[in-house]
């Protein structure tokens, strides 16, 4: 079973940036779409970005378009949600999630426990 553990979450001001952590149980950058979401209270999930196969490019969702990018250090398993311009609105759980059909866009089924953002002066 998929193990994936997110980290860096954290209370930060608005305009500052954080980086949030995704370490993974296995190799997953050839052959799995990475994916970051996140949850606020009494609102849906919303995707972020996704980082396809292969780790040469990303996808980001208008939810923080601007304002995120994907990455990745393979040697650590670890994947990288970078945020900054930080605003309250961004207040959430944010969670990644592992995808091995090459569908990236549909549905995942492994997720992390969540890392708590909040965003307050």
């Known amino acids: 079973q998929v193990q994936l553990a997110e980290s860096g979450g954290g209370s930060v001001q608005p305009g500052e940036s954080l980086q949030l952590s995704c370490r993974t149980s296995?190799?997953?950058?050839?052959?799995?779409?990475v994916a970051w979401f996140r949850q606020a209270p009494a609102r849906e999930r919303e995707m972020i970005g996704i980082m396809y196969p292969g780790g040469d490019s990303t996808y980001y969702a208008d939810s923080m378009k601007g304002r995120v990018t994907i990455s990745q250090d393979s040697a650590k398993n670890t994947v990288y949600l970078n945020m900054s311009a930080l605003r309250p609105e961004d207040t959430a759980m944010y969670y990644c999630?592992?995808?091995?059909?090459?569908?990236?866009?549909?549905?995942?089924?492994?997720w992390g426990q969540g890392t708590q953002v909040i965003v307050s002066a």
């Open positions: 296995i190799y997953t950058y050839r052959n799995y779409c």
């Open positions: 999630a592992l995808n091995p059909t090459g569908y990236c866009h549909e549905e995942y089924k492994d």
